[in-house]
């Protein structure tokens, strides 16, 4: 009986969306986007672009019966920027893949230092990335696109930006880790807004 009674009480003290009236009451949270960072602005750009380009796409094809030869390749340069723009706000926040499992096991000396390797090896596996994208761009010269006559290094420029910004931000979430003394490889119920 007692289990019945406190489940009760803990059901009761839920938010309700329904009121007593039988009427749905649901309040929409405050948008904030005072958080939201630059390159969050850029990916949605493109993203925006890239659909607006599609749905050229299959107005013309389908709607038109006369499909734009253009929208297939941009479509896909607009994809590679939303992508590589984009993957910088997910090392911004530290939520990409990685594997915590070791650290449960190691010594906290061990999981340390091989949490700050980690960190790192991000920053110099960016960096390298971007001169690697510079220095690919500088061997394509005057290269141009398929279909559109625009140099294909306004899409390599962009990759570039990209890396540039995953290793800036990579920077900043290694600075963090060391500020605060962890990890999310170490204590993996932490989030880069934890403060101690």
Not at 97 to 104: A, M, N, P, S
Not at 132 to 140: A, F, G, K, N, S
């Amino acid at each position: 009986m007692n289990n019945t009674r406190h489940d009760t009480s803990v059901i009761d003290q839920m938010p309700t969306v329904m009121g007593a009236d039988g009427q749905f009451h649901a309040v929409d949270d405050e948008v904030d986007l005072s958080d939201t960072t630059p390159e969050a602005w850029v990916a949605l750009l493109f993203f925006w672009a890239l659909g607006l380009t599609v749905f050229y796409q299959f107005f013309t094809r389908y709607a038109l019966n006369n499909s734009a030869a253009w929208t297939e390749e941009i479509a896909r340069y607009l994809l590679i920027a939303t992508v590589f723009t984009g993957a910088a706000i997910g090392v911004g926040k530290n939520n990409h893949i990685q594997v915590d499992f070791f650290y449960r096991y190691m010594p906290a000396v061990l999981g340390r230092f091989m949490a700050t390797l980690v960190d790192v090896v991000r920053i110099a596996f960016f960096g390298a990335a971007t001169v690697l994208t510079w220095q690919m761009m500088e061997r394509l010269g005057s290269y141009k696109m398929t279909i559109i006559d625009l140099p294909m290094n306004l899409v390599y420029g962009v990759c570039m930006a990209g890396f540039a910004a995953m290793c800036l931000r990579a920077t900043w979430v290694a600075v963090h880790h060391w500020r605060r003394g962890f990890s999310v490889l170490e204590r993996p119920e932490s989030t880069m807004q934890d403060r101690d």
